[in-house]
């Protein structure tokens, strides 16, 4: 099992920044990717940001150069620094950690609220 807690969300103006942090713990040898994803009321989840092997990242077009995923290894905690929030980044924002070889495992989440 993988247990994953997400946290650092608030309230922020617009062009603001923000920092969430997704703290990592169990059994992750079966993990290979770490991913944030949002949900913004009435709207599905979607990805936001991808950190593979290798520290490859991959983030979705509304974010790529506004948002950055890292990972510090030492402390078992993957962030995702947030510059320049817009108020349609505002969602809950969920880390999930995958594999080949394991299931999917998520957080509960954590609000961020960009206002106008």
């Known amino acids: 099992q993988v247990q994953l807690v997400e946290s650092g969300g608030g309230l922020v103006p617009a062009g603001g920044s923000l920092r969430l942090s997704c703290a990592v713990s169990g059994d992750t040898r079966c993990i290979s990717d770490m991913n944030w994803y949002r949900q913004a009321p009435g709207k599905g989840r979607e990805f936001v940001a991808s950190l593979a092997p290798g520290d490859r990242t991959h983030y979705a077009n509304s974010v790529t150069g506004r948002f950055t995923i890292s990972r510090d290894n030492a402390k078992n905690t993957v962030y995702l620094l947030m510059t320049d929030l817009k108020p349609d980044d505002t969602a809950v924002y969920y880390c999930?950690?995958?594999?080949?070889?394991?299931?999917?495992?998520w957080g509960r989440g954590t609000q961020v609220t960009v206002s106008s």
């Open positions: 999930n950690a995958d594999g080949e070889m394991c299931p999917a495992y």
